[in-house]
Each structure stands twice: as structure tokens, then as C-alpha cells.
């Protein structure tokens, strides 16, 4: 038993390792691609012939919070009116219509070209009124917002013109959080979003391996949507799904580090395990729909790697989830097994891939909140925070990973939204939020009591090696069970 827990153990490590090494090469490349000038071509918008024909889609479930709040800042947008399309893509089943509508009206007073898209049926989900809305599209291309989003006005006029390149299918912008400073929950969202939107997106980016569209805030070329099969709602992120369809089939994306798309963060640790457990996933979904044929393309060997690792990313989780359940029995393997010192010995050398995350994070950290010592010392509470939480929620987001490998399927459950910005202010009443104690919240108790157990062992076995590790487990998975007790 010793030598098979040993064995998991082993692998797991060695996955994370090799996910490290990953990063550590997105990060070179994200620094080098700092010194490199955009050389793109852009359409002249001083020329009206050159500004092409745009579909702003807001695709929206029951948004009852936000909606005016986007339809307010949709108005602001700056294009030409006889250029531009807004279609609401509206599948809501609440009050949120007859506000929705209103909204409609008021842009159409206003001289917007804006249509009201209703379905009966919810086929597909998201990618199934998207797939919908460009059946009648006027626009030659599609942006897309999500109901927490706030474009800034020159959204379109920072993103449009670089599709004058033919080869570009899609152009992404990077999120802004308009709440990151609520709470901790909020600021780890925010640090892990940040991390992926510097690092990963321009690291992949500048080198041409492939990235993907995150679903919003971003802009499609309509006839790479077309050549590339179309929206498909068979797994939960349809927008991984279709990035990776048209980037094999030649597309080129253009990532814009710098024009930023604000929105909000779900405040709610149940609604941030609700977006965890879509995204982790689809992630693993498309690992599944997609890995050969990423094997069998004509990508280089470093895309293809890259883009491996990129589709399983979710699965670090499953990784890390291994790893820390089985660090106790491993504790006491190493205090009675004393043949087995220089294995030991050898997996110290792992703490390498804690070292190279803390050096990529601290990189993406410096650039987006500045540089001295306050502010590194707010990045480490921050570096700890966020690895303690994703520990927190390693094993919800493990079983959404295994549901993904293993073709489990399940519906589309969207993120609820609040816009609330101050402590202060009751989300609890939010009608969107289901407020009931779940089996793996039970779970996420009896783990955050395990951990602790870790801790005692340490003393008992004057080996603490591994204590600050379940330092953070037990502030994880305490932090998530305690949350889920509150909210009720």
C-alpha cells in the first residue's frame, strides 16, 4: 500500500511540475513579447468606407441584478449607428424580461438598430442563442458581452481595426474587476484572472500557439465562426470549444493586453464554485473533444504541448487534490520508512514548482499593481490567499473535472450576478443564489478536520516539513465550509 500511494503520489507531482515548466516558458515569452512592437495592420477609421458593418450580442439568463447596468453602458459605445447592430439574445424565464424590454426601447428611442431574440426552447445554452443571433446578424463582425461586463466606450474602435488582417478570426480583450477589493474571495478571483490574462494569454499569444476566447468582451470575424463549424453546445465552454476548432483550421486570434474590459466578480463563494465548476469542466470536456485532434494537426511540437497542457489545466486540480490528501499518509511513510530517505530527499526538489509559480505570479503582479516593498508585501498575502483557496476548492472542482473526462453530462449553470460593490450592501437576498448545505460542502468540512489533523502530526512526528502546506489546507477548506455554513 506504502508503495502505491507513493506511486500517485509521484505522478501528481511530476504533472504539476511539468504544468510549472509550462508556465515558466509563458512567462519568458510574455517578457519578451514586451519589448516587441505591434506590427499588425488596422483598418483607418478616418476612412468611413473602411469602418465595417458590427453585431454588439448580449446573450443574458435571468439578469435581473445587472441588466440596466449594461443596457446604461451599452448606450455609451461609440461606432457609427449605421454601422452597428445590438442584438439581445435574451433566454430569461423571470421578471427580468418586461426590464429587459424597456431597456430595448429606450436604445431604439434612441436610435439604436437593437432586436429583443427570445427562444421557447434553451437548446445548447449560451452557444445555442449565439448560434441563434447569427443566423440573422447584420454585422460582418460579432462582439459579445456578458451581462456583468461594462465595454468602455472606444471598445470597438480599439478592437475593430485590427481585422483588417484577413487571417484574424477573433480579437480578445483582457477583464478588468470592478469589485477586486470587496473581499479576499474577490482579490484571489482577481489575482487568478490577472495571472491568465497577462501571462498565459500573451505568453501563448506572441509565440502563435493557441489561446482561446473567454467567452466575452471579446470580437469574432462571422465568417471564421461559419468556417470554423459554428457554436456547439456540447460541452460547458463553448467558447474553448470553438476557439480551438478555428485555430486549427488556420484562423489567427489577436490578444490586446492593454485595452481592458471591466466587469464584476461573483461575491459569493457558492457562486464562485458555481463558475469553477463550469469552467473546470468544460475544460476537461474539451480535453476529451479535442486532444487528438491537436495530436494530429500540423501545429509544431511546442503549440501542441502547449496546447495539451492548456486543455488540462482543470485537471492541475485533480493533481493538487491528490496531493494533499495524500501528504498525511506520506508523513508518517517518511517517519518509518527509513530506506526510503533519498526518495525523499529527491521530492524535496518539487518545491521548485511553488518557487517558479511565486516568481511568474510576482512578474504579472508588479506590471498590473506596482512595484516596492508595500506591494510586495501585499502580493505575498495575496500568492498564499490564492493558493490556499484553490486548495479550498480543489476537490469541488476535482469532481467537476472528472465529470468532464468521464462524459458526465450536465446543464449549463450560469454565474449569478449582483452589482454590489460595497461590504456593506445584502447580497443574501439575491434570488439567483441557492442557499442549501451540499454534500460536498459536508465534504469540505470533514477535509478542513483532516488538515488539522496534519497539523497534530507534525508534532507528533517532530516533522514539519509539511506544516505550512496544511496551514493552508485547513484555511482553505475552513474558509469554503464556513462561508457555506454562513450563507445559510
Request: charged share 20%; with cysteine; proline share 2%.
Amino acid at each position: 500500500m506504502d508503495y502505491i500511494i507513493i506511486t500517485v503520489y509521484t505522478m501528481s507531482l511530476l504533472m504539476i511540475f511539468f504544468y510549472a515548466l509550462a508556465q515558466l516558458n509563458l512567462l519568458i515569452n510574455y517578457v519578451k513579447a514586451q519589448k516587441q512592437c505591434d506590427k499588425c495592420s488596422t483598418f483607418d477609421f478616418d476612412n468611413e468606407d473602411e469602418i465595417p458593418m458590427v453585431t454588439i450580442q448580449l446573450p443574458m439568463y435571468n439578469e435581473m441584478y445587472v441588466v440596466e447596468r449594461l443596457f446604461d453602458q451599452v448606450a455609451k459605445i461609440k461606432y457609427p449607428k449605421n454601422k452597428l447592430e445590438i442584438q439581445v439574445l435574451d433566454d430569461s424565464t423571470d421578471e427580468s424580461i418586461a426590464v429587459t424590454l424597456k431597456k430595448v426601447n429606450e436604445l431604439k428611442a434612441l436610435g439604436f438598430d437593437i432586436n429583443h431574440i427570445q427562444r421557447e426552447i434553451r437548446t445548447g445554452f449560451k452557444a445555442g442563442a449565439l448560434k441563434e443571433g447569427l443566423e440573422s446578424a447584420k454585422g460582418e463582425f460579432i462582439a459579445i458581452f456578458d451581462a456583468d461586463f461594462l465595454p468602455e466606450p472606444d471598445f470597438l474602435y480599439k478592437t475593430i481595426p485590427y481585422f483588417k488582417n484577413e487571417k484574424i478570426g477573433v480579437v480578445q480583450t483582457r477583464w478588468g474587476h470592478i469589485n477586486r477589493d470587496y473581499s479576499i474571495l474577490t482579490r484571489i478571483q482577481a489575482f487568478a484572472l490577472d495571472a491568465h490574462f497577462t501571462i498565459e494569454q500573451v505568453g501563448r499569444n506572441s509565440k502563435g500557439h493557441f489561446i482561446n476566447f473567454n467567452g466575452t468582451a471579446g470580437v469574432w470575424r462571422k465568417a471564421c465562426i461559419f468556417d470554423a463549424g459554428n457554436w456547439e453546445g456540447d460541452t460547458l465552454t463553448e467558447d474553448l470549444d470553438l476557439s480551438y476548432r478555428s485555430q486549427l483550421k488556420g484562423w489567427k486570434f489577436k490578444y490586446l493586453e492593454d485595452v481592458i474590459s471591466p466587469a464584476e466578480l461573483p461575491i459569493a463563494v457558492s457562486a464562485a464554485k458555481s463558475q469553477q465548476f463550469r469552467w473546470n469542466k468544460g475544460g476537461a470536456e474539451n480535453f476529451r473533444k479535442m486532444k487528438w485532434k491537436v495530436l494530429s494537426s500540423d501545429s509544431n511540437w511546442k503549440t501542441k504541448l502547449h496546447c495539451i497542457l492548456h486543455l488540462l489545466n482543470s485537471t492541475m486540480f485533480l493533481n493538487v487534490f491528490i496531493i494533499a490528501v495524500l501528504s498525511i499518509p506520506m508523513l508518517y511513510i517518511k517517519n518509518h520508512s527509513m530506506e526510503l530517505e533519498n526518495y525523499f530527499a529527491v521530492m524535496s526538489a518539487f518545491i521548485s514548482s511553488t518557487i517558479i509559480f511565486f516568481i511568474c505570479y510576482w512578474v504579472m503582479y508588479r506590471k498590473l499593481q506596482g512595484k516596492g516593498f508595500v506591494s510586495f508585501f501585499r502580493y505575498v498575502l495575496d500568492f498564499f490567499s490564492f493558493f490556499s483557496l484553490a486548495l479550498g476548492f480543489s476537490f469541488h472542482n476535482t469532481i467537476a473535472v472528472l465529470e468532464g473526462h468521464f462524459g458526465k453530462k450536465s446543464a449549463f449553470i450560469r454565474t449569478p450576478k449582483f452589482n454590489i460593490n460595497n461590504i456593506n450592501q445584502n447580497w443574501k437576498s439575491n434570488k439567483y443564489i441557492v442557499n442549501s448545505l451540499s454534500f460536498t460542502n459536508l465534504v469540505e468540512g470533514l477535509l478542513a478536520l483532516y488538515f488539522i489533523f496534519g497539523l497534530y502530526s507534525a508534532f507528533y512526528l517532530n516533522d514539519y516539513g509539511l506544516f505550512l502546506f496544511h496551514i493552508m489546507l485547513v484555511f482553505g477548506f475552513g474558509y469554503v465550509f464556513i462561508n457555506a455554513l454562513r450563507s445559510n
